[in-house]
């Protein structure tokens, strides 16, 4: 396997970042997950958007255009052969002393891996999947803005493990008022009296790239949609409810915290929309060139 780092591909053997780079030592950098489609790389410009902004957010100037990270996305895919999977592109704040100054970091550090990808087995999106709320709070955004898709992963990590730790796959997780933020990575949507409402960036949410296209299906499909404040009340009394990510693209849940969401099965809603984001994945996207 061959990895892009800074300015060229290296095998993977080879791919080592120094125990002095603050993305290590810090959690200090951005990355981005991105899907490759049949030699389509979906929504690239929109993924390397949010990275823009994330790495303004952090003060991390990035010294390759928008156009050379594109070109080197595509490279570091073809370069392993891969015509679908899953692209992690991540950029650190580089090799600096210890202490959290970054001033001593002179040069960011590019990683893109292109692998294949670990998909939710397919009887999830045909059954639905069951998740539960954790006590983990979404780290409030006057701290670190849940928008900045950051390598300060550990708030998502402690409630991915008090999931699993009681054999959930995916949770709930709450903002500092006790609203539906978002699950540890995956948005959420709940489906009420025909309309889709999510909550907003503000409540603790990434923007998400599949939550957007998402709402653009909406409107092409004349549902109507808003951002809303929910509390796990709404979740619970919901007729549908799904999840949107770039991993697990639309999965319906069909049960949270033991209550039945509608009548227990994937709703036709859910099933709506996973069908024309599908469609969509199929037909945009950058080529491969
Ligand atoms: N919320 C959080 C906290 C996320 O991390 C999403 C929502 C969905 O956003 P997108 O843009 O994907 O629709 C995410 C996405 C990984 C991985 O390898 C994580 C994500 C996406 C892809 C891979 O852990 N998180």
Redesign the pocket.
């Known amino acids: 396997m061959k990895i892009y780092m800074n300015d060229k591909l290296v095998e993977a053997t080879e791919a080592k970042v120094s125990v002095f780079d603050h993305g290590l030592l810090y959690g200090d950098g951005i990355f981005e ?1 991105i899907r490759l489609y049949d030699g389509c790389v979906f929504k690239l410009d929109e ?1 390397l958007e ?1 990275l823009e902004y994330s790495a303004k957010a952090i003060m991390l100037d990035i010294p390759w255009s928008r156009e050379e990270i594109a070109a080197a996305v595509c490279e570091t895919c073809r370069a392993n052969g891969l015509v679908s999977g ?1 692209i ?1 592109l991540v950029i650190t704040r580089g090799v600096g002393s210890l202490g959290l100054s970054i001033k001593n970091c002179d040069k960011p550090q590019l990683i893109i891996i292109a692998d294949k990808i670990q998909l939710y087995p397919e009887e999830y999106y045909e059954k639905g999947l069951e998740i539960i709320t954790v006590p983990t709070r979404r780290i409030n955004s006057a701290a670190l803005p ?1 928008t900045i ?1 950051s390598l300060n ?1 550990l708030n ?1 990590i402690l409630a991915k493990i008090e999931a699993q730790h009681l054999g959930y796959h995916e949770a709930i997780m709450l903002n500092d008022q006790g609203y539906v933020a ?6 959420i949507f709940v489906v009420h009296k025909g309309e889709l409402i999510t909550p907003t960036a503000s409540a603790g ?2 923007k ?4 957007d296209t998402v709402l653009d299906i909406a409107e092409q499909l004349g549902v109507p949609w808003r951002e809303a404040n929910l509390t796990r009340y709404d979740v619970w009394v919901a007729e549908e409810l799904f999840l ?4 697990a693209e639309i999965i319906p849940i069909v049960k949270v915290d033991a209550r039945t969401i509608g009548n227990g099965l994937p709703g036709k809603v859910t099933a709506r929309f996973l069908e024309q984001f599908r469609q969509r994945v199929s037909r945009e996207g950058t080529m491969l060139s």
């Open positions: 997950g993924h949010r899953y992690r849940p898709k992963y998502n978002e699950c540890t990575g995956d948005n949410a990434l998400g790239i599949t939550r949107t990510g770039t991993a």
